[in-house]
């Protein structure tokens, strides 16, 4: 994503400066990582861009090992992620999973079931929220099953946004047990039209996010709620952005979805004048 203007931006203003640091260098480190894969993507059908991607990453995870012993950075994303690393306990194993839900995407993977993709979800989605956990001071299990609900209803959400835009590029995050359920084949999403079984797919894709929201929202620790505000802005956007994918009768191949400016900021407002002061 360029510079600042992401969903994740509008979540991040409403922290605290040192923790709003922090969470923006877990995000820039993160996503410098996806784009090692994501902006070779078209290169990926080849051994050589291939070979070139998993050289990136292997040079991220020599970065994370620097930074998780001391040692000087090669790149701003390290040195920036540092202090928080040590300020906050932030847990390597994440990371890492970060790292390898990315690598899985070297090979255009095609995910058999829901089960297997949720795997994919877990890593390069829930993993995030689970480091983030740290610097909110939010650290137990039922905060971590909300971080885990919550990552995999957002990258459920990244998915359908951006289908037209993977395919493309010759990816595939849909399920494959879910396409045969509805007559689905991948020549019709290469087609890119809208079909009533394309449809009836996307449409129960959706509903698979909406539960995952719905899950993350039940579970919501309320003497964490505040500590919690950047995460609900960051669900009530992708929310928002669900609802539009689906408002456009999933014209998810025409263009990006997205949320205007305007509602985001429209959104963190309201989420943190209702978490922070219950209106």
Known sequence: MAGRDTNFYYAFVALPEAKRRAIIAVWDFCRAVDDAVDEKAGALGDD???????????RWRAELDACFAGRACATSQGRNLIA??????????????????????????????????????????SAVGLICLEIFGARDETSRQYAIELGIALQLT???????HDQADGRLYLPLEDLERFGVTEDDLRAGTVTPPIRALLDFEARR??????????????????????????GAIYFDLLERIERSDYAVF???????????VTIAVSEWLRTTIGL
């Open 84 to 125: 928080p690393v040590a300020r906050f306990g932030l847990p390597r194993r994440s990371f890492e999973d970060v790292i390898d839900g990315v690598e899985m995407d070297l090979d255009r993977p095609r995910y058999r079931t829901f089960g297997d993709l949720r795997e994919y979800c877990l890593r390069v989605a």
């Open 48 to 58: 050589a861009g291939r070979a070139e991607a998993a050289a990136e990453l292997s």
């Open 209 to 234: 996010a909406r539960d995952h929201y719905a899950r993350a929202s039940a579970l919501l620790p309320r003497q964490h709620a505040r500590r919690l505000v950047a995460a609900r802005i960051m």
């Open 158 to 164: 990244n998915i359908l946004r951006d289908l037209g």
């Open 254 to 264: 025409a263009g990006t979805i997205r949320t205007p400016r305007w509602r985001k």
